[in-house]
């Protein structure tokens, strides 16, 4: 055999030994999970667990606790032992690796919470409500979501179905469909007012100027949203939204329905937890203190949870007061990736959604695929997707104040109460509005100095 017929020969085996060779040295190689880094085990969708590893779980509940432990074990057998939870901790405890806290909490420590992985952010593209508590993820995922408590709109199935209201929810947002609307709202409610003559268009849904927070879904109406820049010198009072949402205030007080009324000014205060000493009624608002099971305990009417109704296409939003996770610790990346991604697998959200009290969370898309003990749980979770986490911008001239204290703090509901009543006019509300939030802002420092010297 002549030499070049050998070199042909020899040329694949050649080329093979190149490709295979370069192949090994430029192919991916697998995550090693060596406390450094996050790895994702693509053929199982997991995480790796670093060796060792060991990490501690704060829970709300303890029942739900075990819940995470039995998913934890299921997973991963021979690492069972590697998460362990608490469900109180006290001053001077070390903090858990993964912490429950407020959102007002994890503002506090801001600074120390730990970034979540960026293959964990991904994953939960369409899992959290990103919405919700967002300013402390502007830069990176710090603080998870997890649960939600605030107001929320209430109606009387039971008198709605008296008046051959059809309750078919056929968009699964939790709002039948036959009062979606404000319009349709208000044809129902003037339905109802017609069968008893002591009823009144403010006590079958009442309107108060005096309590800023519940008020605060009706100044929405317009698409308004404090802080809408995430700068608490910049209110949002302003804006075109804000006096949208005066001119439909303005429009509801001057409506042929309030002035046949002869609404008595005194009497628009806040009476929301008065409405359930009665025997039945129509539509409310509720928050979580007001007792509305022992309503329909002692009455036997049909009370459900909703959004509120949308005015103009646009869906007001209640405030609410956010709690969720944080990761205190940079230790064993990997095996807090895993803790985290099963408390959000729907396994992991199932399991949060049974603690008493507490609601869930989460896109609208996965809490239509969960299983709810009540059906209280889950109208409450469809009713907080449209709802508003309360903003955590401080001002910038003086850090240790929140910008949302000026909403508390200024004398906004008397002003609205006046265009409600015809008294000025919703531009007119606006400027006075705009200045009192200019004036609260100079009186508490809240520009910093080189704007003041400017």
């Known amino acids: 055999m002549n030499k070049k017929r050998i070199i042909y020969l020899l ?3 050649l080329a093979l030994i190149v490709l ?3 192949w090994n040295i430029l192919s991916p190689k697998p995550c090693a999970s060596d406390g450094t880094r996050v790895c994702l085990i693509k053929n199982t969708g997991m995480f790796a667990i670093e060796d060792k590893a060991k990490v501690t779980l704060k829970v709300p509940d303890k029942a739900y606790g075990d819940a995470i432990l039995a998913l934890f074990a299921a997973k991963h057998p021979e690492n069972k032992d590697v998460l362990s939870v608490v469900v109180n901790t006290i001053n001077g405890d070390p903090l858990p690796d993964i ?10 420590r801001y600074a120390s919470l730990i970034g979540i992985d960026e ?9 959290l409500q990103w919405d919700k508590s967002s300013e402390l993820n502007k830069d990176d995922l710090r603080f998870i979501p997890m649960s939600g408590s605030g107001f929320s709109f209430i109606y009387d199935a039971t008198v709605l179905a008296r008046l051959n209201v059809d309750l078919k929810d056929t968009d699964l947002d939790g709002l039948p469909d036959g009062i979606d609307t404000m319009e349709e709202v208000k044809a129902v409610a003037l339905k109802y007012i017609a069968e008893n003559k002591q009823r009144t268009y403010t006590s079958v849904f009442p ?8 008020f605060y879904p009706l100044l929405t109406i317009g698409g308004w949203r404090m802080f809408p820049d995430h700068t608490a010198t910049l209110p949002g009072f302003d804006t075109p939204e804000f006096l949208k949402a005066l001119k439909n205030i303005s429009d509801l007080g001057s409506s042929s329905d309030i002035k046949d009324d002869k609404i008595d000014p005194a009497k628009l205060i806040w009476q929301f937890d008065q409405i359930l000493t009665d025997q039945e009624f129509l539509f409310s608002m509720a928050s979580d203190w007001m007792f509305v099971e022992a309503f329909e305990t002692r009455t036997k009417q049909d009370v459900r949870n909703a959004r509120f109704p949308s005015v103009g296409n646009v869906i007001p939003s209640p405030l609410l007061n956010v709690a969720g996770f944080s990761v205190n610790t940079k230790v064993n990346p990997s095996a807090i990736s895993e ?3 099963i408390i959000r697998s729907p396994e992991g959200l199932a399991a949060f959604a049974k603690i008493p009290a507490t609601t869930l969370l989460a896109d609208p898309s996965l809490l239509a695929t969960l299983k ?4 209280k749980q889950k109208d409450l979770a469809l009713t907080y997707v449209h709802s508003m986490s309360i903003p955590l911008v401080a001002l910038e001239g003086n850090p240790t104040v929140l910008g ?12 609205v109460k006046k265009v409600f009543l015809g008294e000025i006019s919703p531009e007119e509300a606006q400027t006075a509005i705009a200045k009192l939030a200019k004036d609260w802002i100079d009186v508490n420092h809240g520009y910093p100095s080189e704007a003041i010297k400017k």
């Open 119 to 127: 293959t964990l952010k991904k994953l939960w593209e369409k899992n």
């Open 339 to 341: 803790v985290l991604r």
């Open 404 to 415: 949302f204290t000026m909403y508390r703090q200024i004398a906004i509901l008397p002003i």
């Open 207 to 214: 309107i108060q100027f005096n309590e800023a927070l519940s």
């Open 20 to 22: 295979v060779t370069g």
């Open 99 to 108: 912490d429950y806290l407020t959102q007002n909490e994890a503002a506090l």
């Open 11 to 13: 040329l694949p085996v």
């Open 372 to 375: 709810f003990d009540t059906q």
